[in-house]
């Protein structure tokens, strides 16, 4: 079967005296039964292609969904009188939220059965559960096409009745004043950006809401919350680089909002209260962030006091605030920690000692002031996700429930590392690795490298039940902690955008010249992987250094740079300016347009390639991997394989269900292992 050649239409594309000619811009229009033919031909060429590997798919998601315990629950957290959790029932695809009041003994109060509410639908998502505050009614967003654009729902919890009230095209949060009457919440612009915020009561129509908080800056989004002491409503306004929040009292839901501190160029900060005083965590002249308090009456920038410094070593990213404790969240040499520090100065802090080297660690569901119990998670390469409850008087760790993994699992039969490559200008680059035990850095075992490296997004060193399939065969996995990211400070970040950008695709090579330099394996026998912007990563990459890599499996990739940010009407192009640049400023435009990998494709071998991509994207548009692929498929020489995959009912995140994203996964792994002769 001959792959599908897409028509070239000519698109003539100028800006700076500078036009780029796009011969497949027609694919943007999802509307075109040409659009939707071509996409069911690739699907079709893909299937074809990989029709000896379907019954190894089917083994790969049986083998991966084997290892998830299919009757499940989460661990209860309490809050406001009852204890809530989410349960897994055997064979269902969506979960049960439920709680039960005072104790776990008590009977179960089914809150959303999620199974019933998706049974009509492709696609089914429930976002922003939230209960009022006399716990009563229960508000939250659904998602029945995969486009993030929530309708809001309530339902009452003292009769199990859905009332009437719906709200169209939100967020999918609803925040509730303390009337248990008002709720706020977000709605969306043509663009799909957070840009009002509405005021409802209930029993009202949807119609009568109140605008009360516009964001006219294209260049913002906002977004409502309340604090965890719930003496406030809060609104956030904010970008890459800026923030700005504004207060009201919730017992006062029809008053006034006030700015907590005007937004300033490159001032970030996020505000918690306790007691009469607000905690600023912030960047005020602190790269790496540090934390501020002041009055509640008092609180722009000049009332702020300081509570813990900038420290140049160490990124300060977040807090948790109880009667007795300030518990930070801090990032040492690229490891997050849990400090936890006294109110009372004659009593010591100290960081919780998990006893490995390199981890993720994270606070988690702590609702209640009035504590010594400190609710965290933990996880590593090798170890399963688990919930720990922290006794912080005594210091010690009481484990609650530790992800199980069905079969023979034994984390005592794999290996992790932790490893730092010296990049081209010569800075240490972390890379975390796992295998399993037997493997010998002979160069034979193939290895796959992850990354992500944009936004200021962390990628930890976590578990997952699915990588095993990879370990297990021999692989070695690999994350390479790029700069873009921001895991060894906040100049990790800010080096690796903007003008920086092409940092985060060096490092990435450079990382993989580290393990292949060590022997971890080889080029024949070496794969990457990135998902949205690490699909961007994946597309610089393969035209930097194309014959260094076996195989690509590119996710929703970001490779339409130059035309996407360009384009205002597209979702999350003016909230991104400060993240890649404008390319209606000349010098971003030239310096987008040198590495973006749509406008940099030769005529050259490309290695082999999936790609894969949903219709109803809301932040990666599918046109961008199919237009992309199109491309590859007119320039590149060779015969080397390159399938594109459309879901064609869902969007970024892919399938809804459990189980049925697996799917998707199964089929990467096969187009893998297939690559490196592994048949079963």
Request: charged share 25%.
């Amino acid at each position: 079967m001959k792959p599908p050649k897409a028509k070239k239409i000519d698109k003539a594309l100028t800006i700076h005296g500078d036009t780029r000619i796009d011969n497949y811009y027609w694919l943007n229009d999802r509307e075109n039964p040409d659009v939707i033919a071509y996409l069911n031909a690739e699907n079709a060429y893909r299937e074809n292609q990989m029709a000896h590997t379907v019954d190894f798919q089917k083994n790969l998601f049986d083998e991966i969904v084997g290892r998830i315990k299919q009757t499940d629950m989460s661990v209860p957290y309490k809050k406001d009188g009852y204890y809530y959790f989410t349960r897994y029932e055997e064979g269902k695809e969506y979960p049960i939220h439920a709680r039960k009041k005072e104790t776990l003994s008590a009977d179960e109060e089914i809150l959303l059965n999620v199974n019933e509410l998706a049974k009509d639908f492709d696609y089914y998502a429930v976002g922003g559960m939230a209960v009022s505050t006399n716990n009563n009614i229960l508000a939250f967003g659904e998602d029945t096409v995969s486009r993030r654009i929530y309708t809001l729902r309530f339902k009452d919890l003292t009769t199990g009745e859905f009332l009437p009230d719906r709200i169209e095209n939100t967020t999918g949060t609803a925040v509730w004043a303390n009337d248990n009457q008002t709720i706020f919440y977000t709605r969306k612009d043509d663009a799909l950006r957070p840009y009002k915020i509405f005021r409802h009561v209930l029993g009202t129509d949807a119609s009568e809401d109140v605008e009360i908080y516009h964001e006219a800056d294209e260049t913002f989004r906002t977004g409502i919350y309340k604090t965890k002491s719930k003496k406030y409503l809060v609104i956030v306004a904010a970008m890459t680089i800026s923030t700005e929040y504004r207060i009201l009292e919730a017992d006062q839901p029809t008053g006034e909002f006030r700015i907590f501190q005007p937004r300033e160029d490159k001032l970030e900060y996020s505000i918690g209260h306790f007691g009469d005083k607000f905690y600023v965590h912030t960047n005020w002249n602190a790269q790496n962030f540090r934390l501020m308090e002041t009055s509640e009456n008092s609180t722009t920038k000049e009332s702020w006091q300081e509570v813990i410094p900038n420290r140049p070593d160490v990124l300060l990213e977040g807090m948790d605030l109880f009667q007795n404790y300030l518990v930070l969240t801090e990032r040492i040499n690229g490891i997050s920690q849990i400090r936890v520090k006294p109110w009372a100065e004659d009593q010591v802090e100290h960081y919780i000692d998990f006893g490995q080297e390199a981890f993720m660690a994270y606070t988690t569901a702590n609702y209640d002031f009035d504590t010594t119990t400190l609710r965290v998670g933990f996880t590593s390469m090798t170890t399963p996700n688990s919930i720990y409850d922290y006794d912080m008087d005594n210091r010690s760790l009481t484990l609650l429930k530790q992800q199980e993994v069905i079969g023979d699992f034994d984390a005592n039969d794999y290996v992790s590392e932790r490893h730092f490559a010296t990049a081209r200008d010569g800075v240490k680059v972390p890379i975390s690795l796992v295998y399993k035990k037997g493997f010998k850095r002979d160069g034979k075992s193939p290895l796959l490298l992850y990354a992500y490296g944009s936004y200021g997004h962390s990628m930890d060193p976590y578990f997952s039940s699915v990588r095993l399939s990879l370990l297990d065969r021999g692989f070695v996995y690999a994350i390479a902690h790029i700069r873009g990211g921001e895991e060894m400070g906040r100049h990790w970040y800010d080096t690796g955008k903007m003008l920086f950008k092409k940092n985060t695709f060096n490092d990435f090579i450079d990382c993989a010249e580290y393990l292949l330099k060590k022997n971890y394996t080889r080029r024949k026998r070496l794969f990457a992987m990135g998902g949205s912007a690490g699909g961007l990563l994946m597309g610089a990459v393969i035209n930097q250094r194309p014959e260094l890599w076996r195989g690509i499996v590119a996710a929703v990739p970001f490779v339409d740079v130059v035309t996407t940010m360009l384009d205002e009407s597209i979702p999350l192009t003016t909230g991104e300016f400060n993240e890649w640049g404008n390319p209606k400023d000349k010098e971003y435009y030239d310096y987008i347009k040198s590495y973006s990998p749509y406008d940099n494709i030769e005529k050259k071998s490309y290695p082999n390639m999936l790609v894969t991509t949903g219709l109803h994207d809301s932040q990666v548009q599918y046109w961008e991997p199919a237009k992309w692929v199109a491309k590859l498929r007119e320039l590149k020489t060779g015969k080397k394989q390159l399938y594109l995959y459309t879901n064609m009912t869902t969007g970024h995140g892919g399938a809804s269900g459990r189980f049925e994203r697996f799917k998707e996964t199964a089929m990467q792994y096969a187009f893998i292992f297939d690559l490196v002769g592994i048949k079963e």
